[in-house]
């Protein structure tokens, strides 16, 4: 039966005529909340499956969820008729701050500076017994405690491809929640289809505990949801907004990452924001002195446990994702690649030499007497000097039959070892601390150097690199795309301009570097001598030349390595024609490992 509603709603002497209005009214509002509440109560996965460690004959589904779930298992087969049941571990150190991006449901509790736990669980099955080159469909379900269970849509996953399979991998780093990412990854999906892997070279996320930036920032640009098709990240350009969802990529191709300093967090606090913890690292071996100190006074007695919250952790990074090994670097055979994977990065800080900066050159005038409040230079988080267990560890694996027989020879890290950019001043070393005093001996001024004969990467890991035939050195950390190519025919490649560039160096642009420091502190170019390479295709120009980077915020690039033929090549696309096409414009070929010796 219809019910006349008033010709004039506004007009309150109608509503009498009507009896029913307001009863039929009240039940559509109650049944739209109602309808609400049954599906805010219905559990929810908070992230598509995703691939990790892939063998010969299997690989790991890994999902997360907020509830532990009773049942967590991926469904698989031609049939979706076999099963594996996952394991279950809850993530120890994610939290939520003031700063997050997140609903007002997850705010709710957040009290002046103080950040609270987040509860996400992460679920990891083994899919055993693949046929190589066979690929097959799954699905993830969880299964509440109230019997409620929630499914994903169907993906496909495979094991390690076989020797000699053309492959699609993608080259990417510095994801880090910028504008641009959505759009980058939807591109790379659009034109390239379901690649089969993903390189990262480190910075996936800004902060690393922060759990929104990983499963689901209001923005639409939180780490999964980009790289699995999930986002909904807006782009306004010149009055044009855009809607941008990145790509359906991991659900189909195992990820591996390599650590970026973003991936770091520093001294642990209940009581700081989320963003002051990871500005706030602190070396390894003045800790040390602070808990002997500490530990004669007091009951402190696991001492792993205090160092790690009074210096800097990447648990969350380690927690989230399962690697070969039980270390920070690893390296692994997929298809053709070996891919080696190193622990290659230091903190950031900021070149500001005023009195109040904690930066890369100098410490604040007001910590000169309180050393627990050093920030240290941007000091290294894991040793690759000459005779380091990581050192020694890369020497081991360069020398191994599974390196040496491979076709193809990647190495991917996150600082740069040549680059236009700014990440890459100072020399990548352990910093100098000079302590200036007056005659009284009060400190005057507290900076730091950073030889650059003692660059670490270009004086001890490049010549191993050489040695080794390394075809491709892989990186990121300044936002920008450059290649070179060395003395021994390597190539080197920073593809890291997904969201936002701090610019390219070249020609009359110039870093800001210290005056008066003793070292070397290059304002402009490659500090460490190469020339960068031209685009062979499509070069961007400006004033008429040719530039050999592209350092835009309006324009994304990605890469892809294609080891079919062995090339790798860029793309770009410029958000500010959202209608126009990605336009490839470089491309180098590498030469396999029995046409290199």
Known sequence: MLIPLPDDLENPANYPRNPWFFSILLLIVLLFGLIMKSYLDQPQLLTDPFLQLPTANSVRVVWFTEFPGISNKVIYGEELNQSAIATTTKLSRTREDKDSYISDIHKRGIVDNNSIVRDIWRHEAKVANLIPGVTIPYLVTSERVDNQSVSSKIFTLSPTPIVGTPLQILLTSDHQLMPMTAANLQKVAETIGKVDAVFMAGDLVNIADRASEWFDDVRGRAFFPCLQGRGFSQLDKNGTQTIYTGGELIQHAPLFPAIGNHEIMGRFSTVSKLNDQFNDPFPRAAAEKIYQSQAEKSAVKDKDTWLKNHTFNNDTYREIFTLPGDKNYYAVTFGDVRLVTLYITNIWRTPNLDPAAKGRYRERNEDFNNFEKWGYGQHIFEPIVKGSPQYNWLQKELNSPEFQQAKYKFVMFHHPPHSLGDNIVPAYTDPVQIIDRDAEGTIKM????????????????????????????????????????????????????????????????????????????????????????????????????????????????????????????????????????????????????????
């Open 446 to 597: 507290i900076r730091y150097e950073y030889p650059k004969k003692q660059d670490y990467i270009i004086r001890d890991v490049i010549p191993l690199l050489e040695k080794a035939k390394v075809q491709l050195v892989l990186y990121g950390h300044s936002h920008l795309w450059n290649r070179f190519v060395g003395a021994s025919g390597m190539h080197f490649l920073e593809t890291s301009n997904v969201g936002n560039s701090y610019g390219a160096f070249f020609g009359e642009k110039r870093r800001f570097v210290p005056p008066a420091y003793d070292e070397d502190y290059s304002a402009t170019g490659d500090p460490n001598g190469l020339n960068p390479a031209i685009p062979t295709i499509a070069p961007l120009l400006a004033d008429g030349k040719q530039l050999p980077y592209i350092d835009s915020n309006d324009i994304t690039v990605f890469s892809i390595f294609d080891t079919g033929d062995g090339v790798v090549t860029s793309y770009y696309f410029d958000t500010r024609k959202p209608e126009s096409e990605v336009v490839k414009f470089d491309e180098f070929k590498l030469k396999s490992s029995s046409t290199s010796l």
